[in-house]
Nanobody, 125 residues
């Protein structure tokens, strides 16, 4: 089992920044990567970013490239999502997720078997 707890969401004006954190505990060694997904009201959950625990390679959705940065602190089993230049369309509940062992299609939610409870991000115009 892996437990994930997100924090750092909130209300911010367009152009502002937020930093989300995801603290992982439990059998984290069984996961090959961590991802961030988001879900806006009335929309499907979508991939935002992912990072591999081992070599730190990162992957981003086109919509956030150049604005968001995913990083990790292996010693603390924590993953971060630094969000800059936020836009109203970034408003969503953001979820942290731990992937299945060996999963490599990081953009697909199907490969993540542990999810956090979500943290709300609201970007006002």
């Amino acid at each position: 089992q892996v437990q994930l707890v997100e924090s750092g969401g909130g209300l911010v004006q367009a152009g502002g920044s937020l930093r989300l954190s995801c603290a992982a505990s439990g059998r984290t060694f069984s996961s090959s990567a961590m991802g961030w997904f988001r879900q806006a009201p009335g929309k499907e959950r979508e991939f935002v970013a992912a990072i591999r625990w081992g070599n730190g390679m990162t992957y981003y959705a086109d919509s956030v490239k150049g604005r968001f940065t995913i990083s990790r602190d292996n010693a603390k089993n924590t993953v971060f999502l630094q969000m800059n230049s936020l836009k109203p369309e970034d408003t969503a509940v953001y979820y942290c997720a731990a992937s299945r062992p060996g999963w490599t299609a990081y953009g697909s939610a199907l490969g993540y078997n542990y999810w956090g409870q979500g943290t709300q991000v609201i970007v006002s115009s």
